[in-house]
């Protein structure tokens, strides 16, 4: 059975950071391409990062490049995401997914968007809630 179980969400001050991590176990996790969304309430969920199965390729959504760090560690099936600098717009549930698919080559708006339902495996979430 294919898990993913996201953690490192918690409450931040604007301009902290924190770091997620992204456990997966059930599947070859080094043969997948690995991506993080994030959905605030009332929004639409978008997509944040993405990261090659081996690690190669890594591409960030406008709003967060320069700020926010992908990375895994595929001995640990587990990927991370690094934010830095975190302001309110990042308040919102970060998910990580996972695909067979060379997700992480294609242009962002096709793997965050148009080619999102190629990512087979869902985390559940965990919150992010950047706030004095």
């Known amino acids: 059975q294919p898990q993913l179980v996201e953690s490192g969400g918690g409450l931040v001050q604007p301009g902290g950071s924190l770091r997620l991590s992204c456990e997966t176990s059930?599947?070859?996790?080094?043969?997948?391409?690995i991506a993080w969304f994030r959905q605030a309430p009332g929004k639409e969920r978008e997509g944040v990062s993405c990261?090659?199965?081996?690690?190669?390729?890594?591409k960030y959504g406008g709003s967060v490049k320069d700020r926010f760090t992908i990375s895994r560690d595929n001995a640990k099936n587990t990927a991370y995401l690094r934010m830095n600098r975190l302001n309110a717009e990042d308040s919102a549930v970060y998910y990580c997914?996972?695909?067979?698919?060379?997700?992480?080559?294609?242009?962002?708006?096709?793997?965050?968007?148009?080619?999102?339902?190629?990512?087979?495996?869902w985390g559940q979430g965990t919150l992010v809630t950047v706030s004095e």
């Open positions: 997914a996972a695909s067979t698919q060379a997700m992480c080559a294609l242009a962002f708006s096709s793997w965050s968007r148009h080619e999102v339902h190629q990512f087979q495996y």
């Open positions: 059930g599947f070859a996790f080094e043969s997948y391409d």
């Open positions: 990261i090659s199965s081996r690690g190669g390729i890594t």
